[in-house]
T-cell receptor, first 113, second 114 residues
Framework: DADVTQTPRNRITKTGKRIMLECSQT?????MYWYRQDPGLGLRLIYY???????NKGEISDGYSVSRQAQAKFSLSLESAIPNQTALYFC????????????FGSGTRLTVV | SQQGEEDPQALSIQEGENATMNCSYK?????LQWYRQNSGRGLVHLIL?????REKHSGRLRVTLDTSKKSSSLLITASRAADTASYFC??????????????FGKGITLSVRP
């Protein structure tokens, strides 16, 4: 099994729908992150959490919310999806030092029509 | 906002040649990291260099860091077709303290021709 698992892998949804992307990890890491990737824009941080009781906004949090249900689980919700939220979404984890870098999931490709 | 900017945006080389990719950043950092992404897949951590280090090696990878110029380079020696991927630099900026987190650049697309 992958260290960081994202579900679903692909999703097509309609404008205005609420959708949840899920992330679970077996790394035992405290820190978890949600990034989105758009062509030509690289990765941009949406939300991050340094432990179960900690939630922080990233640079592009508008239109998104998150929930850290447990140390191993961090979900991202789009409350009312819009077409410009079509992107590749990545969950990542790290330990407190982050010395060994982030571990990324395989991504969720979301299309909002 | 992107902290790191990679250069060039795209690089095409012949198998066996060396590939050099550069990253410049704006603010002082704790460390700089390089990641690799195969098409449409998750990023994989390659190497981390701390602000007090100037050079680091890992297999065919060599990373340098010049904090006075706020720049880093990633050298892949004796490239292989399997090195074809996108490469990203990511910086951990000073000032984040316990809340430090990575900021990624836009990436470099490397194509290695067989």
């Amino acid at each position: 099994d992958a260290d960081v698992t994202q579900t679903p892998r692909n999703r097509i949804t309609k404008t205005g729908k609420r959708i949840m992307l899920e992330c679970s990890q077996t790394k035992g890491h405290d820190r978890m992150y949600w990034y989105r990737q758009d062509p030509g824009l690289g990765l941009r941080l949406i939300y991050y959490s340094f432990d179960v009781k900690d939630i922080n906004k990233g640079e592009i949090s508008d239109g998104y919310s998150v929930s850290r249900q447990a140390q191993a689980k961090f979900s991202l919700s789009l409350e009312s999806a819009i077409p410009n939220q079509t992107a590749l979404y990545f969950c990542a984890t790290s330990d407190t030092s982050a010395y060994y870098g982030y571990t990324f999931g395989s991504g969720t490709r979301l299309t909002v029509v | 906002s992107q902290q790191g900017e990679e250069d060039p945006q795209a690089l095409s080389i012949q198998e066996g040649e060396n590939a050099t990719m550069n990253c410049s950043y704006k603010t002082s950092i704790n460390n700089l990291q390089w990641y690799r992404q195969n098409s449409g897949r998750g990023l994989v951590h390659l190497i981390l260099i701390r602000s007090n280090e100037r050079e680091k090696h890992s297999g065919r990878l060599r990373v340098t860091l010049d904090t006075s110029k706020k720049s880093s380079s990633l050298l892949i020696t004796a490239s292989r077709a399997a090195d074809t991927a996108s490469y990203f630099c990511a910086t951990d900026a000073i000032g984040g303290g316990a809340n430090s987190k990575l900021t990624f650049g836009k990436g470099i697309t490397l194509s290695v021709r067989p």
